[in-house]
C-alpha cells in the first residue's frame, strides 16, 4: 500500500507539471512576440515607415496588452505619421497622456510627457505659421491658438524639471518655448518668488550686503538665466517635436 499511495503522489506530481508548463510556454513565446514586434516596429519607425511601425506594436500589443513599451512607441508612430487621421491623433495623445500619468515605468512616463510638450510646440509653431498668411480677426484667433499650446507645452516640461530637475532637454526646451509667447504672456508666465520668500532674501541682504543670494531651485535658476537668453534669441533653433523625440530603447 505504502507504494501505491507513493505512485499517485508522484503521479500527480507530475499531472501538475504538465498543466503548468504550457502556461510558462505561452507566457515566454507571448513575451517572445512582443519582443520581436516591438524590434520590428523600431526598425521601421527609424526608417521612417510609420504606418508599418504602427502594425507592429499592434501585434506587440496584441502578445501583450498591458505593454507600456508598446503604448508608447505605438502613440509616437501615430503621432509622426500624422496622415489626417484625427481619430488616431487624438487616441495617441490620449495614450501619451495616460502613460505621463500611471505608467508604471518612471522612464516611459517622463518621455510621454516629454514628447506630449513637443507636439503641443509643434502644433503652436504650426498655427503661428498660419497665422502669418491670415489676415485681420483670424490672424488674432490663430495666435492666440498658438499661445495656448505653448503654454500647454511649457506646462509639460516644468511637470518633467519637477520630477527631475537635471532633465536638461526638458529644461532648454521650457526656455526656448518661454521665449516663444508674447511679451506680455512671457512675462506672466516667468515664476516670481513668493511673498515670504521676498522677504526672507531682503533679510538676508541687510544682514550680509556683500555677497549676492545663489539661487534656492531650479525656478530661480530659470530666472536668472533670462538676461542671458535674451541675447541669443536670435540664434535659438525651434523645437520641432517630430525630430526631438525619437529615442526609444526598446
Same mark, same amino acid.
Given at each position: 500500500?505504502?507504494?501505491?499511495?507513493?505512485?499517485?503522489?508522484?503521479?500527480?506530481?507530475?499531472?501538475?507539471?504538465?498543466?503548468?508548463?504550457?502556461?510558462?510556454?505561452?507566457?515566454?513565446?507571448?513575451?517572445?512576440?512582443?519582443?520581436?514586434?516591438?524590434?520590428?516596429?523600431?526598425?521601421?519607425?527609424?526608417?521612417?515607415?510609420?504606418?508599418?511601425?504602427?502594425?507592429?506594436?499592434?501585434?506587440?500589443?496584441?502578445?501583450?496588452?498591458?505593454?507600456?513599451?508598446?503604448?508608447?512607441?505605438?502613440?509616437?508612430?501615430?503621432?509622426?505619421?500624422?496622415?489626417?487621421?484625427?481619430?488616431?491623433?487624438?487616441?495617441?495623445?490620449?495614450?501619451?497622456?495616460?502613460?505621463?500619468?500611471?505608467?508604471?515605468?518612471?522612464?516611459?512616463?517622463?518621455?510621454?510627457?516629454?514628447?506630449?510638450?513637443?507636439?503641443?510646440?509643434?502644433?503652436?509653431?504650426?498655427?503661428?505659421?498660419?497665422?502669418?498668411?491670415?489676415?485681420?480677426?483670424?490672424?488674432?484667433?490663430?495666435?492666440?491658438?498658438?499661445?495656448?499650446?505653448?503654454?500647454?507645452?511649457?506646462?509639460?516640461?516644468?511637470?518633467?524639471?519637477?520630477?527631475?530637475?537635471?532633465?536638461?532637454?526638458?529644461?532648454?526646451?521650457?526656455?526656448?518655448?518661454?521665449?516663444?509667447?508674447?511679451?506680455?504672456?512671457?512675462?506672466?508666465? /516667468?515664476?516670481? !518668488? +513668493? #511673498? *515670504?520668500?521676498?522677504? %526672507?532674501?531682503? =533679510?538676508?541682504?541687510?544682514?550680509?550686503? /556683500?555677497?549676492? !543670494? +545663489? #539661487? *534656492?531651485?531650479?525656478? %530661480?535658476?530659470? =530666472?536668472?538665466?533670462?538676461?542671458?537668453?535674451?541675447?541669443?534669441?536670435?540664434?535659438?533653433?525651434?523645437?520641432?517635436?517630430?525630430?526631438?523625440?525619437?529615442?526609444?530603447?526598446?
Amino acid at each position: 500500500m505504502k507504494v501505491r499511495h507513493t505512485y499517485i503522489i508522484t503521479l500527480a506530481i507530475a499531472l501538475a507539471a504538465g498543466i503548468a508548463l504550457p502556461s510558462c510556454s505561452q507566457k515566454d513565446q507571448s513575451n517572445k512576440e512582443e519582443r520581436n514586434a516591438i524590434r520590428s516596429g523600431n526598425k521601421n519607425f527609424e526608417a521612417k515607415q510609420y504606418a508599418e511601425a504602427v502594425s507592429d506594436y499592434d501585434r506587440a500589443l496584441a502578445a501583450n496588452s498591458s505593454s507600456e513599451a508598446a503604448q508608447y512607441d505605438k502613440a509616437m508612430a501615430q503621432l509622426f505619421l500624422d496622415n489626417g487621421d484625427t481619430v488616431a491623433m487624438k487616441k495617441a495623445r490620449e495614450a501619451l497622456d495616460n502613460l505621463a500619468k500611471s505608467a508604471n515605468d518612471a522612464g516611459i512616463s517622463e518621455r510621454a510627457l516629454y514628447n506630449l510638450g513637443n507636439d503641443a510646440n509643434y502644433i503652436g509653431d504650426a498655427l503661428k505659421a498660419a497665422a502669418q498668411k491670415e489676415q485681420g480677426e483670424g490672424k488674432s484667433q490663430m495666435t492666440q491658438e498658438s499661445t495656448t499650446y505653448y503654454k500647454m507645452a511649457i506646462e509639460r516640461y516644468k511637470e518633467i524639471l519637477r520630477r527631475r530637475p537635471n532633465n536638461v532637454m526638458a529644461l532648454q526646451n521650457l526656455r526656448i518655448t518661454q521665449l516663444k509667447l508674447p511679451p506680455e504672456d512671457s512675462n506672466k508666465n /516667468q515664476q516670481k !518668488p +513668493k #511673498p *515670504q520668500q521676498q522677504q %526672507q532674501q531682503q =533679510q538676508q541682504q541687510k544682514k550680509q550686503p /556683500q555677497p549676492q !543670494p +545663489k #539661487p *534656492q531651485n531650479n525656478k %530661480q535658476i530659470l =530666472q536668472s538665466m533670462q538676461n542671458k537668453e535674451n541675447e541669443t534669441r536670435r540664434n535659438m533653433q525651434p523645437v520641432n517635436a517630430r525630430n526631438t523625440s525619437t529615442d526609444k530603447p526598446w
